[in-house]
């Protein structure tokens, strides 16, 4: 990039760098209820994370207001739920889920899923996870959500979730 004379350059609290494999961005790795989240990417404008989904795990119909959501499926076949829809997608699939959109996914299937997932902006999610680590309560689960801008709905008010 050529900087004009004069030119202020902004920097954002990206750290720059690279985030192995195997690894997880500042050693932060979380357990949702049965899910392994490994940080990929954090800053304030996107949070990434590898989501390690096993056979019969899922994430029931929610809505994030002030994000968007997106996955890369990298391994397994992921059944979805978009605003009213249901759907499969697989490997080499990137899925978007603006906000607002209420959404869902499973892993129905025998082999465990893997995907990378990612919100713009970052939100509260990172924080959150934190906080649902470990937790094995669901209504906690969903209370704790609410307050970081992840808004679960009523259970039975989608067909097939």
């Given at each position: 990039m050529e900087v004009q004379e004069g030119q202020e350059i902004i920097l954002g609290d990206l750290p720059k760098g690279i985030t192995l494999a195997s690894e997880a961005m500042g050693n932060?790795?979380?357990?949702?209820?049965?899910?392994?989240?490994?940080?990929k990417v954090e800053s304030s404008s996107s949070f990434a994370w590898l989501s390690l989904d096993p056979a019969g795990t899922g994430v029931p119909p929610h809505v994030h207001p002030t994000q968007d959501e997106h996955l890369h499926i990298m391994e397994g076949v992921y059944t979805l739920y978009l605003d009213g829809e249901w759907t499969t997608a697989g490997p080499g699939d990137t899925v978007r889920m603006p906000m607002g959109l209420p959404h869902a996914y499973y892993n129905k299937h025998e082999d465990a899923g893997k995907a990378l997932f990612w919100v713009s902006p970052s939100g509260q999610l990172a924080t959150l996870f934190g906080e649902l680590h470990n937790l094995t309560d669901p209504e906690e689960v969903v209370r704790r959500s609410a307050l970081r801008d992840v808004n679960f709905l009523p259970p039975g008010s989608v067909p097939g979730a």
């Open positions: 932060k790795t979380w357990n949702v209820l049965g899910h392994t989240y490994l940080s």
